[in-house]
C-alpha cells in the first residue's frame, strides 16, 4: 500500500503563477482533506472532499483558492495568482467511509508539498 | 482564546525521563481527541487517540479531562527517537472529518 501520495513534494512560483497540488488517496479511501501549515503554525483544514464532492470547504480562503476530488485521478488543490503569503506546506490526507462501531474517524496524511512563492 | 493550546516547549530532557505535555481546547463541543507526532518537515502521523477513561499504548499514556477541557500526553523512559513535535488534535464530531490541530509541543531528547 504507497499510502498518501502527492506531488510534487516542492513547488515554486513567482507571485501571479498559478500553483496546483495533487494528491492520491490511500487504496480504499475515498475522503480526501487538504490542510495547511504556514511556517511556525500548527495546520490548518482547509477543505473536506468525496470523489465528485465538496463536503466541507470552511476553511477555504474565499478566493484564488479552489479544490475538486474527480471521478478519475487525484484529488487537486489550486492556488491562482499566488502570493508570497500562499508559501506553506500543504497536506493532503485521506481516510475510509467513516464506520461508527469502530471509533473516532483517522486520517493517514500524506507527505507534504512545499510550496514557495518567490 | 485559540482552539487549541500547547507549550511550545522546547522541552530538553535526558533519555530515560519522564515528561508530560498538556494541552486545552476551548469548544466544549469537541468529541474526538488524538495526539499525533510531526517530525522535522515531515507529515504528522497519529501516535495516540484519546479516551475519556485515558489510555496506555506502550511507553505513552493519554489522559482527558472533558471538564477542565485538558488533555495530556505522558512520555515514560524517553528514547533518543522521540524527539519530535507532538501535536494536540481535537475534532468536533467523531467522524474526525475537519482536525484541528494546536501548534505543537517540541520535544529533544538527548544521551
Known amino acids: 500500500n504507497a499510502g498518501v501520495m502527492q506531488n510534487p513534494r516542492h513547488l515554486v512560483r513567482r507571485r501571479g503563477q498559478e500553483a496546483r497540488l495533487r494528491c492520491s488517496p490511500m487504496?480504499?479511501?475515498?475522503?480526501v482533506y487538504w490542510y495547511r501549515q504556514l511556517p511556525e503554525e500548527g495546520l490548518k483544514f482547509m477543505v473536506y472532499?468525496?470523489?465528485?464532492?465538496?463536503?466541507?470547504e470552511s476553511g477555504m480562503p474565499k478566493e484564488r483558492f479552489s479544490a475538486e476530488f474527480p471521478k478519475e485521478g487525484p484529488s487537486i488543490l489550486r492556488i491562482q495568482q499566488v502570493v508570497r503569503g500562499d508559501s506553506a506546506a500543504y497536506f493532503c490526507?485521506?481516510?475510509?467511509?467513516?464506520?461508527?462501531?469502530?471509533?473516532?474517524?483517522?486520517?493517514?496524511f500524506g507527505a507534504g508539498s512545499r510550496l514557495t512563492v518567490l | 482564546r485559540k482552539e487549541v493550546e500547547q507549550d511550545p516547549g522546547p522541552f530538553n530532557v535526558p533519555e530515560g525521563a519522564t515528561v508530560a505535555f498538556n494541552c486545552t481546547y476551548s469548544?466544549?463541543?469537541?468529541?474526538?481527541f488524538f495526539w499525533y507526532r510531526q517530525d522535522c518537515r515531515k507529515e504528522p502521523k497519529l501516535l495516540m487517540s484519546?479516551?475519556?477513561s485515558g489510555n496506555e499504548d506502550g511507553r505513552f499514556t493519554a489522559q482527558l479531562n472533558r471538564a477542565s477541557q485538558y488533555i495530556s500526553l505522558l512520555i515514560r523512559d524517553s528514547k533518543l527517537s522521540d524527539s519530535a513535535t507532538y501535536l494536540c488534535?481535537?475534532?468536533?464530531?467523531?467522524?474526525?472529518?475537519?482536525?484541528?490541530f494546536g501548534k505543537g509541543t517540541t520535544l529533544s531528547v538527548s544521551s
Open positions: 490526507a485521506s481516510s475510509p467511509v467513516w464506520d461508527f462501531s469502530s471509533g473516532a474517524n483517522v486520517l493517514t
Open positions: 487504496k480504499g479511501h475515498s475522503h
Open positions: 472532499l468525496q470523489k465528485e464532492n465538496i463536503i466541507d
Open positions: 469548544n466544549s463541543a469537541s468529541q474526538s
Open positions: 484519546v479516551y475519556s
Open positions: 488534535v481535537v475534532s468536533l464530531n467523531q467522524a474526525g472529518t475537519a482536525l484541528i
